[in-house]
T-cell receptor
Framework: SQTIHQWPATLVQPVGSPLSLECTVE??????LYWYRQAAGRGLQLLFY??????ISSEVPQNLSASRPQDRQFILSSKKLLLSDSGFYLC????????????FGQGTRLTVV | GEDVEQSLFLSVREGDSSVINCTYT??????LYWYKQEPGAGLQLLTY?????DMKQDQRLTVLLNKKDKHLSLRIADTQTGDSAIYFC?????????????FGQGTTLQVKP
């Protein structure tokens, strides 16, 4: 069976510090991978998606970047965090198929202070 | 356009039925999903419907789709306190090789005992 792991679960970082959130998927190959952000009281905003190793598409201009160094590994990064980067970050994966149900990780609560 | 909209809050009493509504703007063929998010957790897929269907029932859940009005609803029969959560509707267009989901803002369902 497929599983998705996302860590850490919570993170408190000072403004200007770097960020690295990691997400890995097990039990499948060549998944589509996604990073979403959920601001407090808001819906989900797609930040990045990837259809293959080294292929990253950015949905919105921002202070964050993403990388996919391996087939089932997706990393969200920042060189210098801003207060506005606070939020709940969710990693997800889906099959590259017609019914693109997405499976989500448990999320990372990031607070920038 | 790619807007998906939901009402933000719904309060019901335990044992009553809950109806959560969603509207979307894109009339191209699509899958439509309902996800549930419990506090501090990731998203869990509840059910989905393809746009050539009018209704889908799965135990206590009934999804109704009105294609003419681009309106989607999720009915939860015999609502329990464990159903308290945020419910997101989402759509994806087919054919799609990216699987990007467009989410609504989420409806917070409060179930009172």
């Amino acid at each position: 069976s497929q599983t998705i792991h996302q860590w850490p679960a919570t993170l408190v970082q000072p403004v200007g510090s770097p960020l690295s959130l990691e997400c890995t998927v097990e039990g499948t190959s060549n998944p589509n991978l996604y990073w979403y952000r959920q601001a407090a009281g808001r819906g989900l905003q797609l930040l990045f998606y990837s259809v293959g190793i080294g292929q990253i598409s950015s949905e919105v201009p921002q202070n964050l970047s993403a990388s996919r160094p391996q087939d089932r590994q997706f990393i969200l990064s920042s060189k210098k965090l801003l207060l506005s980067d606070s939020g709940f970050y969710l990693c997800a994966w889906s099959h590259d198929s017609v019914n693109t149900e997405a499976f989500f990780g448990q999320g990372t609560r990031l607070t920038v202070v | 356009g790619e807007d998906v909209e939901q009402s933000l809050f719904l309060s019901v009493r335990e044992g009553d039925s809950s109806v959560i509504n969603c509207t979307y703007t894109d009339s191209s063929s699509t899958y439509l999903y309902w996800y549930k998010q419990e506090p501090g957790a990731g998203l869990q897929l509840l059910t989905y419907i393809f746009s050539n269907m009018d209704m889908k029932q799965d135990q206590r859940l009934t999804v109704l789709l009105n294609k003419k009005d681009k309106h989607l609803s999720l009915r939860i029969a015999d609502t329990q306190t464990g159903d308290s959560a945020i419910y997101f509707c989402a759509e994806v267009k087919v054919p799609s090789n990216t699987g990007k989901l467009i989410f609504g803002q989420g409806t917070t369902l409060q179930v009172k005992p």
